[in-house]
């Protein structure tokens, strides 16, 4: 379990994060910008669901019709960090954990991106410190106020597995990663969005 010290650290930080957010009555409304533009204030509010109960995706995203569409750029979606934030989280219990953990519900505009080849900027987040050089962060924001940091959600980090030799990055480094997304719903090990055989975009 490679994840499972940072997950307890980004689960104590980012939960707290999240409860706030959710608890906010104003609602916030993104337009379309690139992830350098884009600020952990202006990042849309995902929604925490307080219940056990089985709810379905029309009564979750009733406010939310999918009527999204994605450009292609090299047989690639082009995906900004916007779409990415269509997604609400249940709250259940951990048994291995002992916690109740906000699982992900993804908007089904995203589970349509599940498998796909995408494409997306942000900032690297390295965590070489952690002695597994494979595993590199990418995020909506700096991480003076990305998800590790408390000022953001879960839902604007990916965890990118690079395909060829391992590179190094500077923290906050600038770059566009190709691969195939992978959507994460249960596993804690990993993050909630898993871009596989990511390449650097040059």
Same mark, same amino acid.
């Given at each position: 379990?490679?994840?499972?010290?940072?997950f307890?650290?980004?689960?104590?930080?980012?939960?707290?994060?999240?409860?706030?957010?959710? %608890?906010?009555?104003?609602e916030?409304?993104?337009?379309?910008?690139?992830? %350098?533009?884009?600020?952990?204030?202006?990042?849309?509010?995902?929604?925490?669901?307080?219940?056990n109960?089985?709810?379905?995706?029309?009564?979750?995203f009733? %406010?939310?019709?999918?009527?999204?569409?994605?450009?292609?750029?090299?047989?690639?979606?082009?995906i900004?960090?916007k779409?990415?934030?269509?997604?609400?989280?249940?709250?259940?219990?951990?048994?291995?954990?002992?916690?109740?953990?906000?699982?992900?519900?993804f908007?089904?505009?995203?589970?349509?991106?599940?498998?796909?080849?995408?494409?997306?900027?942000?900032?690297?987040?390295?965590?070489e410190e952690?002695?597994?050089?494979?595993?590199?962060?990418?995020s909506a924001?700096?991480?003076?106020?990305?998800?590790?940091?408390?000022?953001?959600?879960?839902?604007?980090?990916?965890?990118?597995q690079?395909?060829?030799?391992?590179s190094r990055?500077?923290?906050?480094?600038?770059?566009t990663?190709?691969?195939k997304l992978?959507?994460?719903?249960?596993?804690?090990?990993?993050?909630?969005?898993i871009?596989?055989d990511a390449?650097?975009?040059?």
């Open positions: 379990m490679k994840y499972a010290i940072i307890i650290v980004v689960f104590a930080l980012g939960f707290g994060a999240l409860q706030w957010s959710s %608890n906010t009555d104003e916030k409304v993104s337009e379309t910008v690139s992830a %350098n533009e884009l600020t952990a204030e202006e990042s849309p509010a995902v929604e925490e669901v307080k219940t109960d089985q709810v379905t995706l029309d009564t979750l009733a %406010n939310m019709p999918d009527t999204f569409t994605y450009s292609k750029v090299d047989g690639y979606y082009d900004q960090w779409d990415l934030s269509r997604v609400k989280f249940q709250e259940r219990m951990n048994e291995d954990l002992q916690v109740m953990v906000p699982y992900p519900i908007h089904p505009s995203v589970q349509r991106l599940d498998a796909q080849k995408i494409q997306i900027k942000g900032y690297v987040i390295p965590f952690t002695g597994d050089a494979t595993i590199v962060i990418l924001f700096p991480f003076s106020n990305c998800f590790f940091c408390g000022g953001a959600g879960a839902e604007t980090v990916i965890d990118v690079l395909k060829n030799q391992r990055f500077k923290q906050d480094a600038m770059v990663f190709r691969g992978r959507l994460n719903d249960s596993d804690l090990d990993y993050l909630n969005y871009l596989d390449e650097i975009v040059k």
